[in-house]
């Protein structure tokens, strides 16, 4: 047990990694979540609602076998077959739209809001219940597919009070691309994309010495990485096979697009980073608040069920919150024993939580009311005094 | 494998009782939901969010005893204890009420809503998830607690267009205090409750025959079961027992309380039935919608953890849905290629969801929109035309 990953609660009351979330902090949760949903909604993302819980070949067929080692799984008594409990919930969209909405046109958009759980927590990201709200685009290959869910979900945020947030653009398959054409070995392959991902330049230029072009490709696509009109510049210019040529044109595109329709959004382009990205294809996204506040989203391009084309974004409303500025609180007001329905109800209407006392010995300021009914108005609670 | 429960889908794709919600379902579920959660809000009731997974002592402590055959269990590989998965969310709430809330101060007023999982469901209601708001009201015994749980949850109804409902009272411990005052013994006793809860007046009658003065009394209880006016006259008039007394003395401020504060609301009273309530004293609450769309709502007084005095109401927001108007869906309007950024937004702002197209192949009427984007305005599309 390490209780030490969960400081919000007592030792041994509840598992680690998994917490209550009290007053004030669900409540802006849940705003905070449907005002998302609101964003998504906006631009013709039809909401679906899987259930937490399904047969496990369902819940890990596709992008769901990343999540496979973190899924739950438990046996269902009325069918005798294995359940997962969903940790991720990008694979049950995907099954929806290729199954129960397999007929409807496409694109297909939607997007869903809820729980997903994971077996176990890591040291920095302790969390073993995560909320997640997210978009699916499916059945679109269009590089405005991919600038519309970054913009969706760039602007989702924003209508939460999260500006100043950059939009990080991976390529998942450029650097597959290029070693492969380079005719590099498995091996070798593998020590490049580790280095790759660490950003370890003396490390690549050591490994890819002697391997031809790609010797002095490598370590200039690495240093390219940082505002996306100049790294797109870096990839323009240089001398790409073919399959490669075809990412950075398409990155070339989708970040286009992005520009087009929002000058002012910072976005910047790593070619050769990952990112854990492990089933995307084209473009990958994670979107970074501003300050410290680490990732607030990720998503890009992926083949749904049957191979379909698709993109997606999921928001982590968690670390939304954490970014947000605080939504103002609703002021309560005590209403004392013999308040009129008529009074009470007409604060509510204002606004205002209504406290009503039940009893002589409830008190408006242990209530934590910030407002007393005198009969007559809504008066406010000096703190400090009575 | 019961496919058969689950007729929305496909055989074999999902357990028996889980299922995906769909548009537009799922948004009016969500919509309903917050709906509710507002109504709550707004009487000072503060919104929590326990995980949807715990220890399973303390999931199934107190009242989560009576779920404990219906949680699943599973084992939490950091802690090697076994966890449940929360089947009802009222013993959490009592959890947070008792411990991290424990040194505020009473009435503590708590709101939730989420999923709950179930192992089985029953031929009646099939469903294995389902969706609960509700409210908690902690620390309080004044009968004016239980009409405010009521009235709290007949309000949340009404915003959400579910009027003619009807608030069943019951007294679980009505007729357990009438046997026990009349010294029926164990196996007696088991039979004539039974009875009592199958409404089975002639087994009550035969049962209870040289019982003494209690075989007159129940089958007239039994018969009282009405308007809860006229059900309070038959308990006031009759010679009870000072435990049962008690009971109906304190159903009587609970009815006077509601009564005085919502004339127009219909309120029954059955003085002996059980109606399934496990673990309430006091009055217990069923809130019927109009015609038959069945159970809306459940609670009534409970004592929660270290027997603090505490009541609450559960509403089941998938029967709520049943019963309640459709809401008007948001309209959807075409952006053909090339419409400005300036006029999705203003499209937006006044109401309209937006489908932008992505290429060429992309059609209005396909995308199922009901306005079209023509440069100057939202046009009407007809159906069966163009």
Not at 57 to 86: C, I, K, N
Not at 203 to 217: C, D, N, R, S, Y
Not at 219 to 224: G, H
Not at 256 to 267: E, M, Q, S
Request: net charge negative; with cysteine; hydrophobic share 50%.
């Amino acid at each position: 047990m390490n209780d030490a990953a969960n400081p919000l609660s007592p030792p041994g009351l509840l598992p680690a990694g998994l917490m209550d979330l009290l007053p004030p902090e669900a409540e802006q949760e849940a705003a905070l979540v449907e005002a998302l949903m609101e964003g998504f909604c906006r631009y013709g993302y039809e909401r679906v609602k899987p259930p937490l819980l399904e047969f496990e070949e369902g819940l890990l067929a596709g992008s769901g076998a990343a999540v496979s080692e973190q899924t739950f799984r438990l046996m269902d008594p009325v069918s005798q077959r294995m359940m997962g409990l969903r940790a991720d919930t990008t694979p049950q969209v995907a099954r929806i739209a290729a199954t129960r909405l397999g007929l409807q046109a496409r694109p297909l958009r939607l997007c869903y809001s809820g729980q997903v759980l994971r077996v176990r927590g890591s040291e920095l990201a302790p969390a073993r219940q995560l909320p997640q709200a997210g978009i699916e685009l499916i059945g679109g290959a269009a590089p405005e597919a991919d600038a519309e869910v970054a913009l969706v979900a760039a602007e989702a945020l924003a209508r939460v009070g999260v500006t100043g947030i950059t939009l990080d653009v991976t390529l998942p398959r450029m650097a597959h691309a290029l070693l492969a054409a380079a005719g590099i070995g498995a091996a070798l392959t593998d020590r490049l994309i580790h280095a790759l991902d660490r950003k370890d330049a003396a490390a690549v230029t050591a490994l890819a010495e002697g391997a031809g072009p790609i010797a002095a490709l490598l370590p200039r696509l690495l240093a390219a990485a940082g505002p996306a009109a100049q790294a797109i510049e870096v990839l323009r210019a240089a001398d790409l096979p073919e399959a490669a040529r075809a990412i950075a044109e398409n990155a070339a595109s989708v970040i286009g697009a992005i520009a087009a329709r929002a000058p002012d959004l910072r976005v910047t382009l790593d070619p050769v980073e990952f990112r854990g990205f492990q089933y995307h294809v084209g473009v990958a996204f994670t979107i970074f608040g501003p300050g410290r506040t680490g990732e607030l989203a990720r998503g890009g391009r992926y083949l749904s069920v049957n191979d379909e084309p698709a993109t997606g974004m999921t928001l982590y409303p968690d670390a939304v919150l954490r970014a947000a500025p605080p939504a103002p609180s609703r002021p309560r007001c005590f209403l004392p024993l013999g308040t009129t329905a008529a009074a009470g109800a007409a604060l509510r209407d204002e606004g205002f939580a209504t406290v009503a006392a039940l009893s002589a010995a409830d008190q408006a300021s242990a209530l934590r009311c910030t407002y007393l009914w005198d009969g007559h108005r809504a008066v406010p609670i000096q703190k400090g005094t009575g």
